[in-house]
């Protein structure tokens, strides 16, 4: 099939001509509902932000990342954690904290492993209906969850590198797969970064559940629940209400997303 224009995502709904060598045109792409910029993929329903709790790391700012940029598209997003066959009985305790704070922010999360098949029924009953696309670092197990969805699909997946713990950037291109019934899964390749796009420093905080409905309270309108005095999210954040990390993080994001907004009014000022 041949594509007229370059801007096309998977998970766009096009009009297409059939020619007559049983060949089609695309002639219309239809305006999408919603995309991503990272996986890029449109019109999707649900985001599985995908990580493994081991090999690779766990690593908590990608995964507020990608709940903000879920967030900040509209879509429904679920937290997936993997490999919980590597995890000892010590470690389960320090991350059924984890699980707690994401659950408390109104997120759902799964407990998933390839190897014990925990949580892979649960996870495949939130897919009826949906067209889903994981979103997580290389080495996840991101592939190795869509080939047991589709048994015989194939697709390639390899171990993550003994040295460094990580993945290797196996899957390269992002592929929309039909499963039983009406589901869809869309395999992506593994990503490390994730830019902040569409949010400013005065409605980020809006997109972090357990800091949305506080900010009210603040003394200030406008507070930025950075050093304003008698902050609610701070006060949240000192009780234990507000997570440690998801706050720091939230400071990461305000100070990425403020020198952008800088940047931005030094070049209106040159112009
Ligand atoms: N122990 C364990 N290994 C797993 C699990 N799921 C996947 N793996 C292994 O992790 C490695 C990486 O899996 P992939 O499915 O290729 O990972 P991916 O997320 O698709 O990685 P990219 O395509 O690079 O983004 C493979 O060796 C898998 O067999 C799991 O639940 N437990
Ligand atoms: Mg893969
Ligand atoms: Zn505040």
């Known amino acids: 099939m041949k594509e007229k224009g370059t801007d096309l995502l998977v998970g766009d709904m096009v009009e297409v001509e059939l020619t007559n060598d049983g060949q089609g045109v695309i002639e219309n792409v239809l305006t999408r ?34 709940l903000l940029a879920a967030e900040g598209a509209g879509l429904e997003v679920l937290i997936c954690f993997n490999k919980t066959d590597l995890l000892s009985v010590n470690d389960f305790q320090n991350f059924n904290q984890i699980t707690d ?3 408390a922010c109104g997120y759902r999360v799964f407990l998933t492993s390839a190897v014990t098949d925990q949580g892979f029924n649960e996870l495949k009953s939130m897919m009826p209906g949906k067209v889903c696309a994981l979103a ?3 080495g ?26 990580r993945g290797r950037q196996t899957t390269r ?22 830019d902040l796009k569409g949010f400013t ?3 980020l905080a809006l ?22 005095p008698e902050c609610a999210v701070k ?34 000022e040159k112009e």
């Open 207 to 228: 997109y972090f559940p357990e800091m949305q409905d506080l900010a009210g309270s603040c003394r200030f309108a406008g507070c930025l629940h950075v050093a304003e």
């Open 173 to 194: 291109d992002v592929s929309l797969i039909k499963l039983n019934g009406d589901a869809f899964i869309i395999d992506t390749p593994g990503f490390q970064r994730l």
């Open 136 to 138: 997580g670092p290389s």
């Open 33 to 66: 509902k919603n995309r991503l910029i990272r996986p890029p993929v449109a019109n999707i329903d649900q985001v599985i932000a995908f990580l493994s709790i081991k090999a690779p790391p766990l690593d908590l700012f990608l995964l507020d990342r990608i």
């Open 201 to 203: 420093s005065g409605n």
């Open 140 to 165: 996840a197990g991101k592939t190795t969850l869509v080939n047991k969805l589709k048994p015989g699909l194939g697709l390639l997946s390899l171990p993550v590198s003994k040295k460094t713990k």
């Open 101 to 103: 704070i994401y659950r």
């Open 235 to 268: 006060d949240a954040l000192k009780t234990g209400k507000i997570a440690s990390w998801r706050y720091d993080h939230y400071l990461a994001f305000l100070r990425e997303i403020k020198q952008k907004e800088e940047l931005f009014l030094k070049k209106g």
